[in-house]
T-cell receptor, first 114, second 112 residues
């Protein structure tokens, strides 16, 4: 079974621009979570989607948003990019039939904001 | 804030067992202990998780103390490819506590 895929893998943007990152979960997984990883803050939770609804949210500004489609694919968007948004953005999916809903991660999208 | 404490770094000789400790003294009764690892700049890889019983899979063993305040991840025969940052996480499966809260992890160096 294919793992979690994220596109693009690398991205360079300039301040003020917006960016959209995509995540395709493992087949059959309907829950998708997003995390940001930076050297200074480590891994931090952004939000979680299930059945096209956000069911959990971290402490990030409103510039960070996401959505999930009916096929469980998810996108996250960052508007008005800041230098501090440079990070590795990770997507994880889980199967709701698993009582613990163990999260499995994709390779990440590395975003550089200049 | 993360609810776990791990040593920042450890070394292990190739072929020997790597024993990675984790303290989680404030763990609640419904929280599981999860272990992930991250090889440089890649996505975290799930290793194992448990509630109160010891667990073993093809990658590792997880030993949880009887009071559940600490645990140890054991890689029985470490290889160079096991060099990574290992994260111990306590996680509930209920509502807003479902998210993974990451600490700084342990950087394990497996030496030839």
């Amino acid at each position: 079974k294919a793992g979690v895929t994220q596109t693009p893998r690398y991205l360079i943007k300039t301040r003020g621009q917006q960016v959209t990152l995509s995540c395709s979960p493992i087949s059959g997984h309907r829950s998708v979570s997003w995390y940001q990883q930076t050297p200074g803050q480590g891994l931090q939770f952004l939000f979680e989607y299930f059945s096209e609804t956000q069911r959990n949210k971290g402490n990030f500004p409103g510039r960070f948003s996401g959505r999930q489609f009916s096929n469980s694919r998810s996108e996250m968007n960052v508007s008005t990019l800041e230098l501090g948004d440079s990070a590795l953005y990770l997507c994880a999916s889980s199967w709701t039939g698993d009582p613990q809903e163990t999260q499995y991660f994709g390779p990440g999208t590395r975003l550089l904001v200049l | 804030d993360a609810k776990t404490t791990q040593p920042p770094s450890m070394d292990c000789a190739e072929g020997r067992a790597a024993n990675l400790p984790c303290n989680h003294s404030t763990i609640s009764g419904n929280e599981y202990v999860y272990w992930y690892r991250q090889i440089h700049s890649q996505g975290p890889q799930y290793i194992i998780h448990g509630l109160k019983n010891n667990e073993t899979n093809e990658m590792a063993s997880l030993i949880i103390t009887e009071d559940r305040k600490s645990s140890t991840l054991i890689l029985p025969h470490a290889t160079l490819r096991d060099t990574a940052v290992y994260y111990c996480i306590v996680r509930s499966h209920a509502g807003n506590n479902r998210k993974l809260i990451w600490g700084l992890g342990t950087s394990l160096a497996v030496n030839p």
